[in-house]
């Protein structure tokens, strides 16, 4: 079972610099979201999707993008890559709101790590 | 507005021992709780979920306790290993209409040694 998949790892990346996360879940999740987790800050939502074509800000949407073309595939974009964008990465998924298999239990990825020079 | 709380930052105890880490939160009206594990560099493992309407779960040496009215949930390790060692979360779901909205607490932080 693949799960909840994020590539890449890690990625070093410049200043002004845009690049994608990619996040990808095989377990028919309706549900799906980005979080960044900081020394000291926890985890916080950025962005997430309760199916496809429809997305929401979390808590700290700015300078990200995301689009949800397909239920499997949930892409967090970096338009204009700041150092304040470094972080560690987490992409998660559930069910959602509806059916017997709703417990709404999340499950996460491995995390991407992002430096910003 | 909901937050989460998790008291200590850090544990470190002896291999053997039984033990409690604690989780708060402000508002009672929750969907359910969940507990995670982090190891270092790693993502996060679900460990116990508990719905709103439950009062605990169990997973092996593991027991997650909710007590909505007070706003504090438990997770109790029995015969702590080694292996136990990295840090523990606790999330609450809130419900309607941001269904997939947790809120984290920042963790505890447990070292146990051999």
């Known amino acids: 079972n693949a799960g909840v998949t994020q590539t890449p790892k890690f990625q070093v990346l410049k200043t002004g610099q845009s690049m994608t996360l990619q996040c990808a879940q095989d377990?028919?999740?309706?549900?799906m979201s980005w979080y960044r987790q900081d020394p000291g800050m926890g985890l916080r939502l950025i962005h997430y999707s309760v199916g496809a074509g429809i997305t929401d800000q979390g808590e700290v949407p700015n300078g990200y993008n995301v689009s949800r073309s397909t239920t499997e595939d949930f892409p967090l974009r970096l338009l204009s890559a700041a150092p304040s964008q470094t972080s560690v990465y987490f992409c998660?998924?559930?069910?959602?709101?509806?059916?017997?298999?709703?417990?709404?239990?999340?499950?996460f990825g491995e995390g991407s790590r992002l430096t910003v020079l | 507005k909901q937050e989460v709380t998790q008291i200590p930052a850090a544990l470190s105890v002896p291999e053997g021992e039984n033990l409690v880490l604690n989780c708060s939160f402000t508002?009672?009206?929750?969907?359910?709780l969940q507990w995670f594990r982090q190891d270092p560099g790693k993502g996060l493992t679900s460990l116990l979920l508990i719905q709103s309407s439950q009062r605990e779960q169990t997973s092996g040496r593991l027991n997650a306790s909710l007590d909505k009215s007070s706003g504090r949930s438990t997770l109790y390790i029995a015969a702590s290993q080694p292996g136990d060692s990295a840090t523990y979360l606790c999330a609450v779901r809130r419900p309607g209409g941001s269904q997939g909205n947790l809120i984290f607490g920042k963790g505890t932080k447990l070292s146990v040694k051999p």
């Open positions: 377990m028919n999740h309706e549900y």
């Open positions: 998660a998924s559930s069910y959602g709101a509806s059916g017997a298999a709703n417990t709404g239990e999340l499950f």
């Open positions: 508002d009672s009206a929750i969907y359910n």
